[in-house]
Antibody
Framework: QVHLPQWGAGLLKPSETLSLTCAVYGGTFRGYYWSWVRQSPGKGLEWIGEINHSGTTNYNPSLKSRVTISRDMAKNQFSLQLRSLTAADTAIYYC???????????WGLGTTVIVS | DIQMTQSPSSLSASVGDRVTITCRASQGINDYLAWYQQKPGKVPNLLIYGASTLQSGVPSRFSGSGSGTHFTLTISSLQPEDVATYYCQKYDSAPRTFGQGTRLEI
């Protein structure tokens, strides 16, 4: 059973950079896309982007200019950086796993990020 | 980019009712569609992938159908624990967009 603990700073100021990391326990990096999803207060789910084991990334066009997703295969971790934060980036940020052609079948517990 | 539109945005039904939620894609996505359930304050949970394949452990009262641009999630007999918001998501290609969600109340 894969387990995705995640961590990172929860209170940031406007213009700062959000950095979150998600570890992968009990599973392999290969064969999956490793994603970030966020949910603003009272709103729906927003796909941020993803990375696979070879380092190929895909990003939401609305966030692409500010986002970087990276992975550390040695540590079995992947990370999210979101730059030039504004209050609109206040949200719960989730990491998640998806098979190459499948739904997200494992999720982290989420990290609440407040930009103020 | 392909847009995903769910209807209705919210609905109220009674225990035992048959409930159907619709998801439409602005372009064809074959059957590369997933459905998620998110209970209040909880992490989203995968219900269905491949438009109609039930994820392991999901009760059989949940079912999915559709292909191309029109998809449905059906709960055959609504239970109190099904109170949640339901989301569809396309995964044929990036961006892997979610629908806006359907809030289901008893």
């Amino acid at each position: 059973q894969v387990h995705l603990p995640q961590w990172g700073a929860g209170l940031l100021k406007p213009s700062e950079t959000l950095s979150l990391t998600c570890a992968v326990y009990g599973g392999t990096f290969r064969g999956y896309y490793w994603s970030w999803v966020r949910q603003s207060p009272g709103k729906g789910l927003e796909w941020i982007g993803e990375i696979n084991h070879s380092g190929t990334t895909n990003y939401n066009p609305s966030l692409k200019s500010r986002v970087t997703i990276s992975r550390d295969m040695a540590k079995n971790q992947f990370s999210l950086q979101l730059r030039s934060l504004t209050a609109a980036d206040t949200a719960i940020y989730y990491c998640a796993r998806a098979p190459v052609l499948g739904g997200k079948d494992a999720w982290g517990l989420g990290t609440t990020v407040i930009v103020s | 980019d392909i847009q995903m539109t769910q209807s209705p945005s919210s609905l109220s039904a009674s225990v035992g009712d048959r409930v159907t939620i619709t998801c439409r894609a602005s372009q064809g996505i074959n059957d590369y569609l997933a459905w998620y359930q998110q209970k209040p304050g909880k992490v989203p949970n995968l219900l269905i992938y491949g438009a109609s394949t039930l994820q392991s452990g999901v009760p059989s009262r949940f079912s999915g159908s559709g292909s191309g641009t029109h998809f449905t999630l059906t709960i055959s007999s609504l239970q109190p624990e099904d109170v949640a918001t339901y989301y569809c998501q396309k995964y044929d290609s990036a961006p892997r967009t979610f629908g806006q969600g359907t809030r289901l109340e008893i």
